[in-house]
């Protein structure tokens, strides 16, 4: 191709490599300068102290402007008559790429872990200019241009240079930074002009309604050293207490005029509750960017970059930066099961199928109406990596709870004989998904984080390690043990009896796993209702049932998880466009029921039989599982050696069992260390008087029991008086 019909292809907007007509090139004597600058009467080339080397001449009407200069070639820049006035500016096309050949190299084989140290928008000085290096991968366009206000949103002012060996495009452009809005203009293979697209490593997107990506330099200086060293030290141990305030950022609170409050906010006021609370973790609804508020953030658009909706990036440290001052570690839902097919998102970036599979019956979640990411293209798992690591690394996030596991582990999931396409055995497994997920959590974990799988099948080994054929994460949530204690308290109390195996069953797989016990957002949505309204019965009868099912779930074996307004009784289901209902609290009922979550959490965290085995079977012992008539349950909960067991008993009839025996390892008096009917909660008080002595008389198997009295609908937990200290004569 002649340099004419090159000089009309970047005109056009067309050229597919800029860097081979703009910028300084050797001519025949001398050498050359071209520009594209449709804005500009006049263009003059100038040295560094402001001579004017060259008048340029335009060779292209629609704006390409030309200087020829004698050798040596020198550094310069160009001087630009627009507006009525002349203005100096760097040229473009005179950098080289900021791509080196490792970073190449990582990227071509899907390894590179720091990619947002090479992709994305990063504000950087270069030879001597400060600017912003953007960087993006399309290895199937034709022309890739960044645009913002900066160029008019033209995408003939600043096309991209290519590297066609690993598909990516880059451009550093000089004189802009830090807030500036942007977009990639891209043309597909054909050369069709495809819709805008925000940058899929944007470290932050513009409010709505715009959907521009944004140019972010962080400033923020970080507190949380000792949490830090304590976290790589191993604070994520399985023998530490974890009990989880999930939120949806959005609705947890508004003020008065219905606006959400921002990080900085949340950073003072969610903190502050969480602690008094006594939880040791806040979970949050996905706040990677995501344009529909209606799908609490699990159909995101930038896995990069912390939602608008509350504020800055550095706003979102502050606010990790707040829990780890308190004591409370973060997790965040991340979403790599799906994408939305928003048109400046993922789909079709580059006029393919790039991100998302070709194949329909691969690439849809026809349940969502979104697209599935291909997890055997070696930069889609890069890139989804990279998103997870900047969470733990930039974000110092603790946990990631990874949300649809068992969408991504099933080629068939949720579709029927003939719409889907079996692995290379002929099976139904996600052999890409699996060696992502393993890949993914090995990563994560060796930054001293956890990873969460809400899985909702039976897949083995979802929480063990690789080498011995797991997924590798850190925890499972127990869906199992939701659906069936959910299920068994919503019965009527004289019908419990005949279901009293939903109580029992999950003890059979309890350790099968280290398992989470979630009573999440999921349960209070699409018609559920709240948990207060799916118990049974008259006011008092659904409180006591609510109070006896936390109790429950605080002394079963396993980590904790309530969704917020769980704590207070939420009375309505749970709603994203409105705050929780915190009148509540007005009443003594509500009031106390979360003064039963924080004496539950105190108790969980401060008695070490009820968590230090949380995830092992010699942790847990039946003391009585099969008092279905009376719909009684009694346990032992265990902690590692020389710490006192708990007595459990629960009570599932509102009737008050007098004398009810149950038989206990050892003599001496116990201590009603917590009763769920007690009149701090609102119950009615029926108890022990604070302490029960054991007697000598076999029960369950035991040389000794306690001789009890059961509140109706209630939970006792009862903890061995340690022996008097002996004064010395």
């Known amino acids: 191709m002649s340099i004419e019909s090159q000089i009309a292809a970047v005109a056009r907007g067309e050229h597919g490599d800029p860097f081979k007509v703009l910028g300084p090139h050797t001519a025949d004597v001398g050498w050359s300068v071209r520009c594209m600058r449709p804005d500009a009467a006049r263009v003059e080339v100038v040295d560094r102290a402001g001579k004017v080397l060259a008048q340029a001449r335009p060779v292209d009407p629609r704006g390409v402007f030309e200087a020829r200069l004698p050798p040596p070639v020198s550094p310069y820049h160009l001087r630009?008559?627009?507006?009525?006035?002349?203005?100096?500016?760097?040229?473009?096309?005179?950098?080289?790429?900021?791509?080196?050949?490792?970073?190449?190299?990582?990227?071509?084989?899907?390894?590179?872990?720091?990619?947002?140290?090479?992709?994305g928008a990063r504000a950087v000085v270069h030879d001597g200019a400060a600017g912003v290096h953007f960087a993006v991968w399309a290895p199937n366009a034709r022309r890739v241009s960044v645009v913002g206000p900066f160029n008019g949103w033209d995408g003939r002012r600043h096309p991209m240079r290519p590297h066609p060996s690993v598909g990516v495009w880059d451009l550093f452009v000089p004189e802009i930074g830090d807030g500036e809005l942007y977009k990639f203009e891209l043309l597909d293979a054909g050369g069709r002009l495809l819709p805008l697209k925000a940058d899929p490593v944007a470290r932050r997107m513009e409010p709505a309604p715009g959907n521009a990506s944004v140019v972010h330099a962080s400033h923020y200086r970080w507190q949380d050293?000792?949490?830090?060293?304590?976290?790589?030290?191993?604070?994520?141990?399985?023998?530490?207490?974890?009990?989880?305030?999930?939120?949806?950022?959005?609705?947890?609170?508004?003020?008065?005029?219905?606006t959400r409050p921002g990080y900085r906010e949340l950073a003072r006021d969610l903190v502050?509750?969480?602690?008094?609370?006594?939880?040791?973790?806040?979970?949050?609804?996905?706040?990677?960017?995501?344009?529909?508020?209606?799908?609490?953030?699990?159909?995101?658009?930038?896995?990069?970059?912390?939602?608008?909706?509350?504020?800055?990036?550095d706003d979102f440290k502050h606010l990790v930066d707040a829990c780890h001052g308190a004591g409370i570690g973060v997790i965040v839902d991340w979403v790599p099961a799906h994408f939305p097919r928003d048109p400046h998102g993922l789909v079709r970036f580059d006029g393919t199928c790039l991100y998302e599979h070709e194949d329909p019956r691969q690439g849809e979640h026809r349940d969502w109406g979104t697209l599935i990411y291909n997890f055997g293209r070696p930069e889609v798992v890069n890139y989804l990596i990279a998103s997870a690591l900047w969470w733990v690394e930039e974000y110092h996030v603790d946990a990631l709870r990874v949300d649809a596991v068992a969408s991504m582990l099933y080629l068939d999931y949720s579709r029927d004989e003939g719409e889907w396409i079996?692995?290379?055995?002929?099976?139904?497994?996600?052999?890409?998904?699996?060696?992502?997920?393993?890949?993914?959590?090995?990563?994560?974990?060796?930054?001293g984080a956890v990873t969460m799988a809400e899985e909702s099948t039976a897949w083995p080994l979802v929480s063990r390690p690789p080498e011995c054929g797991g997924l590798g994460y850190s925890y499972k949530w127990n869906m199992g043990w939701m659906h069936d204690t959910l299920a068994y308290m919503g019965e009527d109390p004289v019908h419990r009896k005949h279901h009293h195996q939903r109580?029992?069953?999950?003890?059979?797989?309890?350790?099968?796993?280290?398992?989470?016990?979630?009573?999440?957002?999921?349960?209070?949505?699409?018609?559920?209702?709240?948990?207060?309204?799916?118990?049974?019965?008259?006011?008092?009868?659904?409180?006591?049932?609510?109070?006896?099912?936390?109790?429950?779930?605080?002394?079963?074996?396993?980590?904790?998880l309530l969704f917020m307004g769980a704590e207070i009784a939420q009375a309505r289901e749970w709603s994203v466009d409105r705050a929780l209902d915190w009148h509540l609290l007005d009443a003594p009922a509500h009031r106390g029921v979360q003064t039963l979550v924080r004496d539950l959490n105190r108790l969980y965290a401060g008695e070490p039989a009820l968590h230090q085995l949380d995830t092992e079977a010699h942790g847990f012992e039946w003391i009585d599982c099969e008092d279905r008539d009376h719909s009684v349950v009694s346990w032992l909960r265990r902690g590692l050696p020389g710490t006192a067991a708990v007595v459990v008993v629960l009570n599932f009839t509102p009737v008050v069992r007098e004398r009810y025996r149950v038989g206990v390892p050892s003599p001496g008096t116990y201590d009603e260390i917590l009763n769920s009917d007690a009149r701090a909660y609102d119950g009615s008080g029926?108890?022990?008087?604070?302490?029960?002595?054991?007697?000598?008389?076999?029960?369950?198997?035991?040389?000794?029991?306690?001789e009890l009295t059961l509140p109706p609908l209630g939970a006792l937990v009862l903890r061995p008086r340690a022996p008097a200290a002996s004064t010395p004569t």
């Open 503 to 560: 109580l029992t069953f999950g003890l059979l797989y309890a350790f099968q796993e280290n398992f989470i016990l979630p009573l999440s957002h999921d349960e209070v949505v699409h018609g559920k209702g709240s948990l207060l309204a799916r118990m049974p019965g008259d006011d008092w009868q659904r409180f006591a049932n609510l109070r006896l099912y936390y109790t429950l779930m605080f002394t079963y074996p396993g980590k904790k």
């Open 80 to 119: 630009v008559h627009t507006a009525g006035a002349w203005h100096d500016v760097e040229d473009p096309y005179r950098f080289p790429s900021l791509l080196g050949e490792l970073d190449r190299h990582l990227l071509g084989e899907g390894s590179h872990q720091r990619l947002h140290e090479v992709l």
């Open 225 to 258: 050293e000792a949490w830090m060293r304590d976290r790589r030290a191993g604070a994520c141990a399985r023998d530490r207490p974890v009990a989880v305030y999930e939120v949806h950022l959005g609705s947890w609170r508004r003020h008065a005029d219905g």
């Open 686 to 706: 029926v108890g022990n008087l604070g302490a029960v002595r054991a007697l000598r008389e076999p029960v369950h198997g035991r040389d000794h029991c306690l």
């Open 422 to 447: 079996p692995n290379r055995h002929g099976g139904r497994e996600n052999l890409e998904a699996i060696d992502f997920m393993r890949r993914l959590n090995r990563e994560v974990h060796a930054r």
């Open 272 to 313: 502050a509750y969480v602690g008094d609370l006594g939880f040791t973790h806040v979970e949050l609804l996905p706040v990677s960017e995501h344009p529909f508020d209606g799908s609490w953030g699990y159909q995101p658009i930038g896995l990069f970059a912390p939602t608008w909706r509350y504020g800055t990036p």
